[in-house]
């Protein structure tokens, strides 16, 4: 199986600040990588897709990056409503595998 | 709307058995792979299984394999698992969602969870 790792595990960000979240596969999954967000109690939503792409109605502030076996998500400019965990997911091989999450705090 | 509505949970003893439902609507379900997805309380994300839209191809994570099934009606637009053998371990919320192919596969629309509790 593929292990995707997160790091890191947790972070303490204040709105307005621009925060940046990696995750490294344990192989190369060329740019099959997904960014998830999980608010408190809710299901997971899909951010970025395909290593960059942004899933519609999703703010551009945003971003994703990476290919092979390393991949960043940026947030620029931290609002209120991104606290939250993000989780990376590879999509290259079965099975679908998540990283361990990230949880963004005040 | 397009929406997922999973139900099903609910407490059980191990060994015992469960069956999940997931109902589809505002899309052509017949025409997507469907997976179930499980989240340990307080634990992050474990993908379970998927079965293909024409009600063929499944695959299931080896933790569950001999245990779960995964199956669809789609005259219904309905998705099953059926979970059989259960141990404490299995204790999750369980999410129904879609996958979804565009220029990588991910899990594009999410139910909102049922809470499956093994214990005795």
């Known amino acids: 199986d593929i292990q995707m790792t997160q790091s890191p595990s947790s972070l303490s960000a204040s709105v307005g600040d621009r925060v940046t979240i990696t995750c490294r596969a344990s192989?190369?999954?060329?740019?099959?990588l997904n960014w998830y967000q999980q608010k408190s109690g809710k299901a997971p939503e899909v951010l970025i897709y395909?290593?960059?792409s942004l899933q519609s109605g999703v703010p551009s502030r945003f971003s994703g990056s990476g290919s092979g076996t390393d991949f960043i998500l940026t947030i620029t400019s931290l609002q209120p409503e991104d606290f939250a965990t993000y989780y990376c997911q590879q999509s290259h091989t079965t099975p679908e595998t998540f990283g361990q999450g990230t949880k963004v705090e005040i | 709307e397009v929406q997922l509505v999973d139900s099903g949970g609910g407490l059980v003893q191990p060994g015992g058995s469960l069956r999940l439902s997931c109902a589809a609507s505002g899309f052509t379900f017949s025409d997507y792979w469907m997976s179930w997805v499980r989240q340990a309380p307080g634990k992050g994300l474990e993908w379970v299984a998927n079965?293909?839209?024409?009600?063929?191809?499944?695959s299931y994570v080896d933790s569950v394999k001999g245990r779960f099934i995964i199956s669809r009606d789609n005259a219904k637009n309905s998705l099953y698992l059926q979970m059989n053998s259960l141990r404490t371990e299995d204790t999750a919320v369980y999410y129904c969602v879609r996958w979804y192919l565009h220029t990588a596969w991910y899990f594009d629309l999410w139910g909102r969870g049922t809470l499956v509790t093994v214990s005795s």
């Open positions: 192989q190369t999954i060329g740019i099959s």
């Open positions: 395909a290593a960059s």
């Open positions: 079965i293909r839209g024409d009600e063929g191809a499944e």
